[in-house]
């Protein structure tokens, strides 16, 4: 697997389960991102980990968890979720503190809350 | 925080037409706006970028171009083709110290390419 990865691709959970979303990244990154992507709106960037601490949390509701256990992964532990929640979850990567400015996406995982 | 204004929503364009894309933002401390285009289905990619320092920017069919003072910068495809087809979005960050982990979106713009 080459670049960021993602799993699953597509997620239907019902608003009283607990799910986590995966994400990967091969690319030697130190810095790692969830966005979350809705219909009509811009991409919206929910957390930041950079060097595996959390640098940033852009006023998400409690119910999204982020986990960051070393440079390469990240997840997103979902619990409680409402149906608005529904929408394509982005992961991306990239090389901060050098001259390589570009963040890498992931495939996304698309999830619906019934 | 910064806001991303980001126009026309929806293009349509003849192939070989050129098309153009305008943002605004309005942090005047951003120094970084990168565009990615997002294929149907696909994830977003970085196409072209640029800083502060720099009015403009080509790479091909595509240049990107940078008003500071009015805080504004635009995306220019020309000779457009079928496969240009794609939401492009715009954003801006503060980098500092080479990281610009803070991206602010624009809402994206789905352009049509009719062959």
């Known amino acids: 697997e080459t670049g960021v990865t993602q799993t699953p691709r597509h997620l239907v959970m019902g608003m009283t389960n607990k799910k986590s979303l995966k994400c990967e990244q091969h690319?030697?990154?130190?810095?790692m991102y969830w966005y979350k992507q809705s219909a009509k709106k811009p991409l919206e960037l929910m957390f930041v980990y950079s060097l595996e601490e959390r640098v940033e949390n852009n006023s998400v509701p409690s119910r999204f968890s982020p986990e960051c256990p070393n440079s390469s992964h990240l997840f997103l532990h979902l619990h409680t979720l409402q149906p608005e929640d529904s929408a394509l979850y982005l992961c991306?990567?990239?090389?901060?503190?050098?001259?390589?400015?570009?963040?890498?996406f992931g495939p996304g995982t698309r999830l619906t809350v019934t | 925080g910064e806001n991303v204004e980001q126009h026309p929503s929806t293009l349509s364009v003849q192939e070989g037409d050129s098309a153009v894309i305008k943002c605004t933002y309005s942090?005047?401390?951003?120094?970084?706006f990168p565009w990615y285009k997002q294929e149907l289905g696909k994830r977003p990619q970085l196409i072209i970028d640029?800083?502060?320092?720099?009015g403009e920017k080509k790479d091909q069919r595509i240049a990107v171009t940078l008003n500071k003072t009015a805080k504004h910068f635009s995306l220019h495809i020309t000779e457009t083709q079928p496969e240009d087809s794609a939401v492009y979005f715009c954003?801006?960050?503060?980098?500092?110290?080479?990281?610009?982990?803070?991206?602010?979106f624009g809402k994206g713009t789905l352009l049509t390419v009719n062959p």
């Open positions: 954003a801006a960050s503060m980098n500092s110290g080479g990281s610009n982990y803070k991206l602010t």
């Open positions: 640029i800083r502060s320092n720099v």
């Open positions: 942090d005047s401390a951003s120094n970084y």
């Open positions: 690319l030697g990154h130190n810095a």
């Open positions: 991306a990567s990239s090389q901060e503190g050098g001259q390589g400015y570009e963040q890498y």
